[in-house]
């Protein structure tokens, strides 16, 4: 390969061709795509008025005296302070005394109602996700009591508690023998019992549909492996099962938690505007203190209240579920 040498005066006279150096374009800002702020300003709109703005209003009903002297002009309502808290948190009155039965009270619905229905979720969810004849229609049946409204359901449910002769009256003491009279099922301490089938019957479904759900995720080699491997169905249950379900689970719970625990319908539709004594859940005593004695700020308080201690609780345990799941995830 031969080079061309450039030496002597060609030399100093050879200048190399540079390319023109074109200056740089200025920087264009990027146009904000405003589109997903258009189609989510109805939503966030909606959730105001719906949701944010009453809340706020209830939280400010708290503070005054609102009642029926005061009721057309709320606006002016004098401005009491803590003091509707302090008549709902006093042990010693009778306001205080009843608050805190009735949140006691409402915590033992709460875990009776969760607890069965959780059993009876994943007892079902587990009998319907093997392979059998008639999975499909035994499944249909079981959501039925989800699938019903709410108050179609419950009134069927007070129609055959309220009457002596009822259906409920018949099984137990015609047929089961298990009552010597025919108990009143809506009056006295009964009633806390009828409202607590009438829950389960409405929630267990839905557990059973969440779970049934999750479950269809699990892998049947790995049944098949731990089967192999001399497991009974029990430790299958519980070193398979449940972990795979885990995350479900944790959220299962604490939406069915806060669902029963701020429960208004069910004792509504069975008892009416005043449910027993024995019977009386937060929810329904906060409507009785604003609607049945006209005591606004009472009711607002109690609210309050209840929406500190299930924001409390519902905060915590997502504290103590959430960071074991993503550990596991990493792991």
Known sequence: MSHTVITGRAAAEFVPEVP?????????????????YVLVTPAALLEMFIHILPM????????????????????????VGFQNFAN?????????????????????????VVGFSWVLGMTAAVFLNSQFRGRALI??????????????????????FNQRDG??????????HLFEERPFWLLGEN????????????????????LMASLQNVPNDVYEAASIDGANLWQQFLKITLPMVRPTNAVLLLVMSLWTFNQFNIPF???????????????????QNSFGSWNFGLGGAMSVLLLIALFIASAFYIRMVLPKGKDKDND
């Open 56 to 79: 706020l209003l209830g939280i400010w009903v708290a503070f005054i005296s609102l009642n029926q002297l005061n009721l057309t002009n709320w606006l002016g309502a004098p401005f």
């Open 167 to 176: 259906a409920i009256n018949q099984i137990l003491v015609d047929t089961l």
């Open 20 to 36: 023109p150096v074109t200056p740089p374009k200025p920087l264009r800002r990027k146009r904000r795509n405003i589109l997903p």
């Open 191 to 210: 009633s806390f019992a009828a409202m607590v089938i009438v829950n389960i019957w409405q929630l267990w479904p839905f557990a059973f549909l969440m």
């Open 139 to 160: 499944r249909t049946f079981f959501l039925v009591p989800y699938a019903l409204p709410a108050y179609v359901g419950t009134i069927a449910w007070a129609f055959m």
């Open 269 to 287: 539709v069975l008892f009416g505007a005043a449910s027993p004594p024995e019977a009386t859940l937060v929810s329904p005593l906060i409507y």
């Open 88 to 112: 709902g948190l006093n042990p010693n009155s009778t306001i205080g005394a009843v608050f805190f039965a009735t949140v006691g009270r409402t915590l033992l619905y709460t875990i009776l």
